[in-house]
Nanobody, 116 residues
């Protein structure tokens, strides 16, 4: 099993920045990629950014140039630096772990609110 602890959500004004963290523990040897998804009220959960164990990254088009995902493999932790946040990016942000074999794990979610 993999346990995930998320932190860093909160309230920020439009144009501001937040940094999310997600630390994995347990069977971390099984982890391939880690990433962040978000879900706004009434909308489907969507990928924000992901990073593989090899360091390859993938971003949603809407966040390219503003968000940066990074990974500390020694700490089994990923970070999402979010800059120039927009009110429409208010959502619950979920950490995701994709494993080489087996099902994904999800964090409990952290609320990000961007005021206009």
């Amino acid at each position: 099993q993999v346990q995930l602890v998320e932190s860093g959500g909160g309230l920020v004004q439009a144009g501001g920045s937040l940094r999310l963290s997600c630390a994995a523990s347990g069977s971390t040897f099984s982890i391939n990629a880690m990433g962040w998804y978000r879900q706004a009220p009434g909308k489907q959960r969507e990928l924000v950014a992901a990073v593989t164990s090899g360091g390859s990254t993938n971003y949603a088009d809407s966040v390219k140039g503003r968000f940066t995902i990074s990974r500390d493999n020694a700490k089994n932790t990923i970070y999402l630096q979010m800059n120039s946040l927009k009110p429409e990016e208010k959502a619950v942000y979920y950490c995701n772990v994709n494993r080489w074999v087996g099902y994904d794990y999800w964090g409990q979610g952290t609320q990000v609110t961007v005021s206009s």
